[in-house]
């Protein structure tokens, strides 16, 4: 049977987000349904408002998200009802040319569900990112949901299905970080944050911090920073080369997506270094570089879109590491709030003030 919950929608450009009844329908084949029992706010949630993304409005918003599978569809075996999992935005497709290179963290076609929530009225939700987890139930493809140990509380592992999965992958798997790598983090919220705590996981010897904002700088530190630079006071640039034996570092990660921070990643880098560009850009940015020194230093300029993430293997491993004290998840979520605050939390977002806001359901 369909089901109507409580959802936070998107009705049209640049409006406030609404609390609206929504219709979830029964799991089609490889469809589940899942009950989100907690889901962070990100900054995607605030572009599709602002029809930043496409103009596909209503949108129902949340992706970052932990939950119960509630049922399946027919043919699903992979999740079962009553599994506890995180949902994801790479459900791989197996068959399309990245899957088959063996390359799935690239899948060109990943999966959503097939059939669409509705208001009441039947009009077609288009769910943020194929989520749409600011609700009490939702409808998404089998492959979107990754069981991980449930002794993980639902308001931290959620944070692995977007911004800090993009972090900490933004290091781990594009940057490749290894023991003994010098690391750069340009702009240091809960992505750049999660970058830093990626890096020093990957045991990276120096890992300087830089931001505009001291109160970002302390919390870089507890992330793992060895160096914090405000780039408002100190060239960015010379910082980096300074913390560096004066080479700049092996791996310089821009977590903003600006061109003027780009370029000083891409002068803080050592010769032979990699760049990861994680920040998103806006579609009218534009770069401006001498061609002679991308030559010049060799290495690679790379982007990790997702964290370059395999959700099967990293989720599950991910949240072990943090049940084993390893990895700090729960300092990214700086405070929890109910499903009628997304408003005030896209708000405190845009002033700096939090690293995530997650919403948290009533169990
Ligand atoms: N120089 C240095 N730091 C800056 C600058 C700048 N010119 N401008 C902003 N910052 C800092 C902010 O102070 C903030 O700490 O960058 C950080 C950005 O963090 P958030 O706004 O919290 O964003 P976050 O969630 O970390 O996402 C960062 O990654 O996934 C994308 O869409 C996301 O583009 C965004 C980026
Ligand atoms: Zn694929
Ligand atoms: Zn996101």
């Known amino acids: 049977m369909p089901v109507q919950v409580q959802g936070v929608v998107a009705r049209s450009q640049g409006a406030p987000v609404t609390l609206e009844t ?6 089609g084949p490889g469809e589940a349904r899942v009950r989100p029992l907690a889901c962070g706010v990100c900054h995607t949630d605030l572009h599709y408002r602002e029809g930043a993304i496409n103009d596909d409005f209503p949108f ?13 569809g027919p043919d699903v075996t992979d999740v079962a009802p009553g599994d506890y999992v995180i949902l994801n935005w790479r459900a791989v497709c197996g068959t399309c040319r990245a899957c088959l290179r063996g390359r799935p963290w690239y899948c060109f076609s990943s999966h959503n569900a097939t059939q669409k929530m509705t208001l009441l009225d039947g009009t ?3 769910p943020a990112l194929g989520i749409g987890a600011f609700a009490e139930m939702t409808l998404v493809a089998a492959g ?3 069981k991980v140990d449930p ?23 594009t940057g490749n970080v290894g023991r003994g790598d010098t690391v750069a983090v340009i702009g240091c919220g809960g992505v750049g944050d999660a970058a830093i705590a990626g890096a020093r996981l990957a045991g990276a010897r120096v890992i300087v911090a830089v931001d505009i904002d001291d109160r970002k700088l302390e919390l870089a530190r507890k992330f793992g920073a060895t160096h914090v630079v405000n780039s408002r006071q100190t060239d960015a640039v010379e910082a980096i080369r300074e913390a560096t034996d004066g080479f700049g570092a092996d791996v310089v990660i821009e977590a903003i997506g600006r061109p003027d921070t780009y370029e000083q990643a891409f002068f803080a880098r ?8 994680v920040g998103v850009p806006s579609p009218d940015m534009r770069l401006d570089l001498p061609l002679i020194e991308y030559f010049g230093r060799g290495g690679a300029l790379k982007s990790s879109w997702y964290g370059d993430c395999l959700p099967s293997r990293d989720f599950p491993m991910l949240i072990d590491l943090y049940l084993q004290d390893r990895l700090p998840l729960q300092d990214f979520v700086s405070e929890t709030i109910g499903i009628g605050d997304v408003e005030a939390a896209f708000d405190k977002m845009h002033h700096g003030d939090v690293l995530r806001s997650v919403v948290v359901f009533d169990r």
Not at 22 to 27: E, G, H, K, R, S
Not at 151 to 173: F, I, K, R
Request: charged share 10%; proline share 7%; with cysteine.
């Open 22 to 27: 929504i219709v979830v329908p029964d799991p």
């Open 60 to 72: 129902l918003l949340g992706h970052e998200a932990a939950g119960i599978v509630e049922s399946v």
């Open 124 to 126: 077609e939700l288009s």
């Open 144 to 146: 979107q949901c990754t």
């Open 151 to 173: 002794a993980a509380p639902p308001e931290v592992a959620g944070l692995l299905g977007c911004g800090v999965m993009a972090g900490l992958g933004a290091a781990l798997n």
């Open 270 to 277: 050592d010769l032979a270094g990699t760049v990861v560009l």
